[in-house]
């Protein structure tokens, strides 16, 4: 059976051993195979159009800082832990933390709303126009957790890893900040938006 079947998925696992040994090539398969998802996450996290610098320094960090790896987390979550300190470090040295999704929906359209006809096209522009407000009036921490659970749909333990929190933290949040979102979706339709 060959390796690169999709019956047996190449493991992350092997490709970082090989780069801790100083084998390039493999540091560079990880990159080019979660470069997608960490410049996603910076978006997200709210690099905006600094997320391309922020993917990219990241990598070097995290080449750095490989020897440190330890598997105790999947190599996607540990580069996009260090994704979001970079990130954090963007929101600091810019003096603000605001605009958490502000280009979501552009860089990755939700596909349930995808419609051919114009009126599911502006029915969906209105539904991730209202979510994006929803979101920016959440506390900032209440936005990372949403994020990491539900557009990068990372699980509970890569959510505990990327924002370094306990899980007792990230499910209490979670709970809370969804509840404050469904809160702030129902005001917004209410009042029309």
Not at 99 to 116: M, T
């Amino acid at each position: 059976m060959s390796v690169t079947s999709p019956e047996v998925p190449l493991d992350d696992d092997e490709f970082v051993t090989r780069a801790q040994a100083g084998d390039r090539e493999a540091y560079e398969y990880l990159v080019a195979r979660h470069t997608a998802s960490a410049y996603r996450t910076a978006v997200l996290l709210g690099a905006g159009s600094d997320a391309e610098d922020v993917t990219q320094e990241a990598f070097v960090k995290g080449y750095r800082k490989l020897s440190r790896y330890r598997g105790e987390s999947s190599f996607r979550s540990w580069i996009l832990a260090i994704v979001a300190n970079e990130t954090r470090n963007l929101h600091r040295s810019r003096g603000r933390r605001d605009g958490l999704v502000l280009r979501a929906a552009a860089v990755n359209p939700d596909p349930e709303f995808i419609d051919d006809g114009a009126v599911g096209a502006v029915l969906a522009a209105e539904r991730r126009a209202m979510l994006v407000r929803a979101l920016r009036l959440l506390p900032v921490k209440d936005r990372e957790v949403i994020v990491c659970r539900f557009f990068l749909d990372l699980s509970e333990d890569e959510t505990v890893t990327m924002l370094g929190w306990p899980r007792g933290t990230v499910k209490s949040r979670t709970s809370r900040a969804l509840a404050k979102l469904r809160g702030l979706l129902d005001r917004q339709e209410v009042h029309g938006g």
